[in-house]
């Protein structure tokens, strides 16, 4: 094994392998950064050119692809309060409140250390603990799906801020948006009033764009009158060693993120998204400043990004010992793989091992092209800032309208995307959050697809009350999303009993 | 400075008249892919795409269009102008059972002009390698005696997968459940986590996956060479090739010239045995049919599977 | 006077009841799910109805700032944006719009600076993306009936 590991890691290094892993890095950055341009797109674009090489320089500039493109979301995160795909939703939360500090750089720094740790801890575990953790994939059936679903939903308590109540009923707004179109499991034609274009549901990148970037776009133009920017920013030294002592004094905090982030990026039905909001959720619990989130501090944003790039290497561990992709991403490496003949399994880790542990060790070795890349850039993206507003409002609805086509070239999605955009900010000056409307909008079809399909296992099995109530991690799941509810309540009295001795 | 206008004015007439001119294909090509990237239908795009740019001498652009279960991107197709420049992968039952089963799909299955049939995904049915049954009789036994007590996991509803299990049903007199899923990936998994008794997988899955299956049956007319020790559903008795067929399609009305010269550039790609080769290695069945054979078996598919949804009462249902 | 509250809560009723119209079809595994969400929401509702008339001091109206007339000719922008774009396709429609908000949003700068500005950066910004997304990253993007 340290053997293979010397032989994998001097294959990396080797010309032409290096380069492409830095071009495929850079080009992950890129694409992450520009809302609408998705991971798994970027990374099928570059499958015809890896037919021409030889199948490890293809899946070494994949993984520098999806690592990159992993931090690279967060840019757009913190400078314009738009997620760069949907894995930095969280990132948001605080990364925008920073920039508007004059802190983007800090925001970005956090964003690229936690990204490293976040890759270096996941690729750890799928070196180390493959085999046992591939084997969480399929515990996972329509049951633990449909409890997990709810478990996640106990995070609106975290996103709503102010009104509980109406967090709730963005997330039931979010379920509801998220059965349009045609019924995966009973094939119905939902709430499409008419409109062929509307059968394929709603587009959750159409979704975030139109809920975060156009309501910020409104916002920005009402605080014209005060602020000609979004924040300034002066760039000065020590920035950088300064962000990463902070978070290196917080071990626990990248150490549950990252574990959070390759749990989730292991379970195929839910993905980086899913990991960043319950990795934020998480560290809200356990911090011991709860009020500080939200108002922008670093360790929001690192929560959220050590879990995301801890995706990819646990979307990649079921992969290669079962064959069964844990992210969309994950599949189209999966193709990749089965086009030069590799088949997962066993065997790429006797006949293949070669090329295994390259693509393996390719993630660590991007994770660290990646936290260059990143500290490096982070003082140039910072000064997007200081653009003006007049500049940055129309400048951002033009990237929306190109996102939000780009993704399905529907252009009904830009035209929903628009009235998103004018809903959320009308919802904003009503109290709402859009946090717990797209937390919907992702759990609404694992919730839906976990209750009718359990319900038709059930009823073959004899008791649907007996399927969903008895399977022994389904009543994890349960006791878990019991406490996470109760949570707020528990820690309000704990505290009163410690004031009280 | 006259002379130099009218160079340029000459220039741009001949270069108009030579672009109009130019034998087909002129413009870049685009080619939609209607289901996700890294999908069968995309993969075998991406192999095709370096290979038609060179048989036809220009670009193919490859574009998404996904939703619907692939009726965004065949509505699409359909409404684009039929000047030989937009085809899309088609899938077979989809482009007959959409238009059938939901009323208004975007797309009527008689838009589309198939311009070549390239390969088919055999359909079996699979049991985990410990499971009791050892044979389609075992199961069909059990499912007699226990009715709706077996789940088959499938893909889709009104899909490929599901007009199969309903087929199965009917052929041998059984009542099974059926659990739709939103694609291979989370089927396979439920599959192999033992969340469902059996499942209805596509070749290439059953392949992937064939140290921990056993096919019992599957849908093709013969054995297939890295699957010999299932059998076929004809050679059990049961009268069904379930299948899913995945072709190309331009819209009606495009020039039959055009649509030779792209048949023809299909076809050529078809008939190299590396790809031939690469493709049964994944476990799919290559096929060669032309635009006349496709338009003939998709009409006979569409009478057979009329008559079974028919029989269902199920047009137009919704 | 608006009320956020009750604002809030009649829209979130009125949606639920559109939603109730259109379950009547569906089928029973299709419809569960739909049904369910549609009841939680349309009690929530209720509920924060109930709040607004009992605690109305409760749900007060975040102001619009005092630019929100800007905010109206920047929404309305998009919307024309959009309607736009099918007609004279994406890059035309988008220099139009990023010129023309860039001039509405930088009016403390003198008249023919204001003017300059706003043109150069809508031409030039426009154009470069528009390159960059069209020809480097091969994104496809909307085409307008008089121009591609």
Same mark, same amino acid.
């Given at each position: 094994?340290?053997?293979?590991?010397?032989?994998?890691?001097?294959?990396?290094?080797?010309?032409?392998?290096?380069?492409?892993?830095?071009?495929?890095?850079?080009?992950?950055?890129?694409?992450?950064?520009?809302?609408?341009?998705?991971?798994?797109? *970027?990374?099928?674009?570059?499958?015809?050119?890896?037919?021409?090489?030889?199948?490890?320089?293809?899946?070494?500039?994949?993984?520098?692809?999806?690592?990159?493109?992993?931090? %690279?979301?967060?840019?757009?995160?913190?400078?314009?309060?738009?997620?760069?795909?949907?894995?930095?939703?969280?990132?948001?939360?605080?990364?925008?409140?920073?920039?508007?500090?004059?802190?983007?750089?800090? !925001?970005?720094?956090?964003?690229?250390?936690?990204?490293?740790?976040? %890759?270096?801890?996941?690729?750890?575990?799928?070196?180390?603990?493959?085999?046992?953790?591939?084997?969480?994939?399929?515990?996972?059936?329509?049951?633990?799906?449909?409890?997990?679903?709810?478990?996640?939903?106990?995070?609106?308590?975290?996103?709503?801020?102010?009104?509980?109540?109406?967090?709730?009923?963005?997330?039931?707004? &979010?379920?509801?948006?998220?059965?349009?179109?045609?019924?995966?499991?009973?094939?119905?034609?939902?709430?499409?009033?008419?409109?062929? =274009?509307?059968?394929? %549901?709603?587009?959750?990148?159409?979704? @975030?764009?139109?809920?975060?970037?156009?309501?910020?776009?409104?916002?920005?133009?009402?605080?014209?009158?005060?602020?000609?920017?979004?924040?300034?920013?002066?760039?000065?030294?020590?920035?950088?060693?300064?962000?990463?002592?902070?978070?290196?004094?917080?071990?626990?905090?990248?150490?549950?993120?990252?574990?959070?982030?390759?749990?989730?990026?292991?379970?195929? &039905?839910?993905?980086?998204?899913?990991?960043?909001?319950? =990795?934020?959720?998480?560290?809200?619990?356990? !911090?011991?400043?709860?009020?500080? $989130?939200?108002?922008?501090?670093?360790?929001?944003?690192?929560?959220?990004?050590?879990?995301?790039?801890?995706?990819?290497?646990?979307?990649?561990?079921?992969?290669?010992?079962?064959?069964?992709?844990?992210?969309?991403?994950?599949?189209?490496?999966?193709?990749?793989?089965?086009?030069?003949?590799?088949?997962?399994?066993?065997?790429?880790?006797?006949?293949?091992?070669?090329?295994?542990?390259?693509?393996?060790?390719?993630?660590?070795? =991007?994770?660290?092209?990646?936290?260059?890349?990143?500290?490096?850039?982070?003082?140039?993206?910072?000064?997007?800032?200081?653009?003006?507003?007049?500049?940055?409002?129309?400048?951002?609805?033009?990237?929306?309208?190109?996102?939000?086509?780009?993704?399905?070239?529907?252009?009904?999605?830009?035209?929903?995307?628009?009235?998103?955009? +004018?809903?959320?900010?009308?919802?904003?000056?009503?109290?709402?959050?859009?946090?717990?409307?797209?937390?919907?909008?992702?759990?609404?079809?694992?919730?839906?697809?976990?209750?009718?399909?359990?319900?038709?296992?059930?009823?073959?099995?004899?008791?649907?009350?007996?399927?969903?109530?008895?399977?022994?991690?389904?009543?994890?799941?349960?006791?878990?999303?019991?406490?996470?509810?109760?949570?707020?309540?528990?820690?309000?009295?704990?505290? #009163?009993?410690?004031?009280?001795? | 400075?006259?002379?130099?206008?009218?160079?340029?004015?000459?220039?741009?007439?001949?270069?108009?008249?030579?672009?109009?001119?130019?034998?087909?294909?002129?413009?870049?090509?685009?080619?939609?892919?209607?289901?996700?990237?890294?999908?069968?239908?995309?993969?075998?795009? #991406?192999?095709?795409?370096?290979?038609?740019?060179?048989?036809? &001498?220009?670009?193919?652009?490859?574009?998404?269009?996904?939703?619907?279960?692939?009726?965004?991107?065949?509505?699409?197709?359909?409404?684009?102008?039929?000047?030989?420049?937009?085809?899309?992968?088609?899938?077979?039952?989809?482009?007959?059972?959409?238009?059938?089963?939901?009323?208004?799909?975007?797309?009527?299955?008689?838009?589309?002009?198939?311009?070549?049939?390239?390969?088919?995904?055999?359909?079996?049915?699979?049991?985990?390698?410990?499971?009791?049954?050892?044979?389609?009789?075992?199961?069909?036994?059990?499912?007699?005696?226990?009715?709706?007590?077996?789940?088959?996991?499938?893909?889709?509803?009104?899909?490929?997968?599901?007009?199969?299990?309903?087929?199965?049903?009917?052929?041998?007199?059984?009542?099974?459940?059926?659990?739709?899923?939103?694609?291979?990936?989370?089927?396979?998994? *439920?599959?192999?986590?033992?969340?469902?008794?059996?499942?209805?997988?596509?070749?290439?899955?059953?392949?992937?996956?064939?140290?921990?299956?056993?096919? @019992?049956? $599957?849908?093709?007319?013969?054995?297939?060479?890295?699957?010999?020790?299932?059998?076929?559903?004809?050679?059990?008795?049961?009268?069904?090739?379930?299948?899913?067929?995945?072709?190309?399609?331009?819209?009606? %009305?495009?020039?039959?010239?055009?649509?030779?010269?792209?048949?023809?550039?299909?076809?050529?790609?078809?008939?190299?045995?590396?790809?031939?080769?690469?493709?049964?290695?994944?476990? +799919?069945?290559?096929?060669?049919?032309?635009?006349?054979?496709?338009?003939?078996?998709?009409?006979?598919?569409?009478?057979?599977?009329?008559?079974?949804?028919?029989?269902?009462?199920?047009?137009?249902?919704? | 006077?608006?009320?956020?509250?009750?604002?809030?809560?009649?829209?979130?009723?009125?949606?639920?009841?559109?939603?109730?119209?259109?379950?009547?079809? $569906?089928?029973?595994?299709?419809?569960?799910?739909?049904?369910?969400?549609?009841?939680?929401?349309?009690?929530?509702?209720?509920?924060?109805?109930?709040?607004?008339?009992?605690?109305?001091?409760?749900?007060?109206?975040?102001?619009?700032?005092?630019?929100?007339?800007?905010?109206? =000719?920047?929404?309305?922008?998009?919307?024309?944006?959009?309607?736009?774009?099918?007609?004279?396709?994406?890059?035309?429609?988008?220099?139009?719009?990023?010129?023309?908000?860039?001039?509405?949003?930088?009016?403390?700068?003198?008249?023919?600076?204001?003017?300059?500005?706003?043109?150069?950066?809508?031409?030039?910004?426009?154009?470069?993306?528009?390159?960059?997304?069209?020809?480097?990253?091969?994104?496809?993007?909307?085409?307008?009936?008089?121009?591609?």
């Amino acid at each position: 094994m340290l053997a293979q590991a010397a032989i994998a890691f001097g294959n990396i290094f080797a010309w032409p392998n290096f380069a492409f892993l830095t071009l495929g890095t850079f080009a992950g950055i890129v694409v992450g950064c520009l809302p609408g341009l998705t991971a798994t797109m *970027a990374l099928a674009l570059l499958v015809p050119f890896t037919f021409t090489m030889p199948a490890m320089e293809g899946l070494i500039m994949l993984s520098g692809l999806y690592i990159g493109a992993m931090y %690279g979301d967060a840019i757009p995160a913190t400078l314009i309060n738009t997620p760069g795909t949907p894995s930095a939703i969280a990132t948001t939360f605080d990364g925008f409140p920073l920039a508007k500090k004059g802190m983007a750089q800090h !925001s970005l720094v956090a964003a690229a250390f936690s990204s490293l740790i976040g %890759g270096l801890v996941g690729t750890a575990m799928l070196l180390f603990l493959s085999p046992p953790l591939a084997k969480i994939a399929i515990k996972f059936g329509p049951g633990e799906y449909f409890w997990m679903a709810i478990f996640g939903l106990t995070i609106i308590a975290t996103l709503s801020t102010g009104s509980i109540l109406k967090g709730l009923i963005g997330g039931a707004l &979010g379920l509801l948006l998220s059965t349009v179109g045609i019924s995966p499991i009973a094939g119905d034609v939902r709430f499409t009033f008419g409109l062929p =274009s509307l059968q394929g %549901g709603i587009e959750l990148i159409v979704a @975030l764009i139109g809920f975060f970037s156009l309501p910020q776009v409104l916002e920005m133009v009402e605080q014209y009158h005060l602020h000609k920017h979004i924040g300034a920013f002066s760039p000065k030294p020590g920035i950088n060693m300064q962000v990463i002592r902070e978070l290196a004094r917080k071990p626990g905090l990248l150490l549950r993120s990252s574990l959070v982030g390759t749990i989730v990026g292991i379970i195929p &039905g839910a993905g980086g998204n899913i990991a960043s909001l319950v =990795s934020y959720n998480e560290a809200v619990r356990w !911090s011991s400043h709860p009020e500080q $989130f939200g108002q922008g501090t670093i360790e929001g944003v690192a929560a959220s990004e050590a879990a995301n790039s801890a995706v990819v290497p646990g979307a990649l561990t079921p992969l290669l010992t079962l064959g069964i992709p844990g992210s969309p991403a994950a599949a189209v490496i999966l193709g990749t793989l089965l086009l030069h003949g590799l088949r997962p399994g066993p065997e790429l880790y006797t006949e293949f091992s070669e090329i295994t542990y390259a693509l393996i060790f390719s993630l660590i070795v =991007s994770s660290g092209v990646m936290f260059i890349m990143g500290l490096w850039g982070s003082q140039w993206f910072a000064r997007m800032i200081n653009f003006p507003v007049s500049f940055l409002a129309p400048m951002i609805t033009f990237l929306s309208v190109i996102g939000s086509y780009a993704i399905r070239n529907n252009y009904l999605d830009v035209v929903t995307m628009l009235g998103f955009g +004018f809903l959320g900010y009308g919802s904003r000056k009503l109290g709402f959050h859009p946090g717990p409307i797209v937390l919907g909008l992702i759990l609404g079809p694992m919730a839906e697809q976990g209750l009718v399909q359990g319900m038709i296992i059930g009823r073959a099995s004899g008791s649907i009350l007996h399927y969903f109530f008895s399977r022994p991690l389904s009543a994890v799941l349960i006791l878990l999303s019991i406490i996470s509810a109760l949570w707020p309540f528990l820690a309000k009295s704990y505290r #009163r009993q410690i004031k009280r001795g | 400075m006259r002379r130099l206008v009218w160079t340029l004015l000459l220039y741009l007439v001949a270069f108009s008249l030579a672009a109009s001119a130019a034998p087909f294909p002129a413009k870049p090509l685009t080619y939609i892919i209607c289901f996700d990237p890294g999908g069968q239908s995309d993969l075998e795009a #991406r192999r095709q795409q370096p290979l038609l740019e060179e048989l036809l &001498g220009t670009s193919v652009i490859v574009q998404y269009k996904i939703g619907g279960g692939g009726s965004l991107g065949w509505a699409e197709l359909a409404n684009s102008p039929p000047d030989g420049c937009t085809m899309a992968g088609i899938n077979l039952p989809h482009i007959i059972l959409q238009p059938l089963l939901r009323g208004d799909a975007g797309y009527s299955t008689e838009a589309i002009v198939p311009l070549a049939l390239f390969q088919a995904t055999p359909i079996g049915l699979a049991v985990a390698k410990d499971s009791p049954w050892q044979t389609l009789d075992d199961f069909v036994a059990y499912a007699q005696d226990h009715p709706g007590a077996i789940t088959v996991g499938g893909s889709g509803t009104y899909s490929g997968h599901h007009l199969a299990h309903l087929q199965l049903e009917k052929l041998t007199n059984t009542k099974l459940s059926y659990v739709p899923f939103t694609g291979a990936a989370p089927q396979v998994a *439920a599959f192999l986590g033992g969340h469902i008794s059996a499942m209805l997988a596509n070749s290439n899955d059953l392949v992937l996956h064939r140290d921990k299956v056993r096919v @019992l049956a $599957f849908g093709a007319r013969e054995r297939f060479s890295l699957l010999p020790d299932a059998p076929t559903f004809l050679e059990l008795g049961l009268d069904m090739i379930p299948s899913i067929d995945r072709g190309v399609g331009v819209p009606k %009305g495009t020039p039959l010239e055009q649509i030779a010269i792209l048949e023809q550039a299909f076809l050529t790609i078809m008939e190299r045995p590396d790809i031939q080769e690469a493709m049964i290695s994944q476990g +799919f069945v290559p096929l060669r049919l032309s635009r006349e054979e496709s338009q003939r078996y998709i009409r006979e598919m569409a009478e057979e599977y009329g008559a079974i949804l028919q029989e269902l009462n199920l047009t137009g249902a919704q | 006077m608006f009320n956020s509250d009750l604002t809030a809560a009649s829209l979130v009723l009125g949606i639920s009841a559109l939603a109730w119209t259109q379950t009547i079809h $569906f089928s029973p595994l299709g419809g569960i799910f739909v049904r369910f969400v549609l009841g939680v929401l349309t009690l929530l509702g209720l509920v924060l109805l109930l709040k607004g008339l009992w605690f109305p001091e409760m749900g007060l109206w975040q102001q619009p700032g005092e630019d929100f007339r800007l905010v109206l =000719s920047m929404g309305g922008g998009m919307a024309a944006y959009l309607v736009l774009i099918p007609y004279l396709g994406f890059l035309l429609a988008s220099i139009l719009f990023f010129s023309l908000t860039s001039w509405l949003l930088d009016r403390h700068a003198h008249a023919e600076k204001r003017f300059l500005r706003s043109c150069s950066a809508g031409i030039g910004l426009t154009v470069l993306f528009f390159l960059a997304f069209k020809y480097a990253l091969s994104v496809p993007l909307p085409a307008g009936v008089l121009w591609g």
